[in-house]
């Protein structure tokens, strides 16, 4: 199981984010998780914001066994004066739905489904730790919470106070590093769209790397003979595409996985499809191994440490603390959701999102 390497330090991190955003979740009750690594912080920043409760659902996983992760968490809530307010449970999160004022969509509480979103309290609230545009409808039944009038906004991450995307090209300049690609003077194809991708460039661009940036919603087309010979001799392909659900690199849509045979390119995988099987066949490396779906991280901010996790998720709270307290206020789904907007790193959903 991951822990927090430098748990002093996370103390401070969480301390300095609850004060920066004025976090205040007195007389109120949180569903989150109860995970490992970085994803620990979550009920601890929420305890230490004086919430009454917080009710953090655990699991087994990859990551972790969810006694080990409940046994970490308790100890790191001791540590800190909050063991009081922290429940860990092994239920299944909607359980506990009638029993709380804010949700949190992270892992373990997900999918956020009728069952449990019928048994939510009329003046509850549904906060997300991400930009709306990540939205995945097998996540959050927007429809059933529009239904029963339970408000549910977004975490703008490029808030001043957040600029959570820059931690991604972090993450990737690691990867290269880890690779033994330099970046610097080395020929990296970047391909992905929005803030990951521009911010990825960003990043690759101010440590010397000769980059090649590719958008997948402009002009996608693999055949374009043109480009396979500005990029079929890279060190480095950088995938870092959070919309696109078609394959960006090898099946019918994605770039021929044959452009880069026999000469080292590695092939760095933030976000986005890949048709792993048939890396093994054109010999390239790929890193991280694992297999993940399209609009899911290969692997995530914490890579490069704890901060961007505890700025987000508690930015995400108080997403979460302003819902609930307008939803007290206004007794409206709406008035709920302008208030919010103003008050916290709040971000709307488009019309076509739900």
């Given at each position: 199981m991951r822990k927090i390497e430098n748990f002093s330090?996370?103390?401070r991190l969480m301390q300095s984010a609850i004060t920066d955003f004025s976090l205040?979740?007195?007389?109120?009750s949180v569903l989150t998780e109860a995970a490992s690594g970085a994803f620990a912080t979550t009920p601890l920043i929420a305890a230490l914001?004086?919430?009454d409760r917080v009710i953090a659902v655990a699991k087994d996983s990859s990551y972790g066994m969810a006694s080990?992760?409940?046994e970490y968490i308790e100890g790191c809530a001791r540590s800190l004066g909050v063991e009081e307010r922290i429940e860990i449970s092994t239920q299944p999160a909607y359980e506990h739905a009638d029993s709380v004022d804010l949700v949190t969509n992270l892992g373990f509480v997900r999918p956020i489904d009728e069952r449990l979103i019928h048994r939510l309290p009329d003046d509850a609230a549904i906060a997300l730790m991400w930009e709306t545009w990540e939205f995945r409808p097998e996540d959050i039944d927007l429809r059933a919470c529009r239904k029963r009038r339970i408000p549910v906004l977004g975490t703008w991450e490029s808030h001043p106070r957040l600029q959570i995307f820059r931690y991604v090209g972090l993450?990737?300049?690691?990867?290269?590093?880890?690779?033994?690609?330099?970046?610097?003077?080395?020929k990296i194809l970047l391909i992905g769209s929005g803030p990951l991708g521009q911010e990825t460039k960003r990043?690759?661009?101010s440590n010397g790397a000769d980059l090649t940036h590719l958008d997948p919603w402009e002009h996608w087309n693999r055949h374009h003979l043109d480009l396979k010979e500005g990029i079929q001799d890279v060190d480095a392909v950088v995938l870092a595409e959070h919309r696109a659900r078609f394959s960006i690199l090898g099946g019918e849509t994605g770039l021929p996985l044959e452009w880069f045979d026999d000469h080292g390119a590695v092939i760095v995988h933030l976000c986005g499809k890949i048709e792993d099987e048939e890396l093994e066949d054109h010999r390239i490396h790929k890193i991280p191994a694992r297999k993940v779906e399209p609009g899911y991280m290969a692997v995530t901010t914490d890579y490069v440490g704890p901060r961007p996790v505890i700025d987000l998720h508690a930015g995400g709270l108080k997403v979460g603390e302003a819902l609930v307290r307008g939803m007290r206020l206004f007794h409206n789904m709406d008035e709920a959701i302008r208030y919010a907007l103003a008050n916290s790193p709040a971000m709307d959903f488009e019309e076509e999102a739900g």
């Open positions: 330090r996370a103390k205040d979740l007195s007389g109120i914001s004086g919430a080990e992760v409940e993450v990737a300049l690691k990867l290269l590093l880890e690779a033994s690609i330099e970046v610097f003077r080395s990043v690759l661009q």
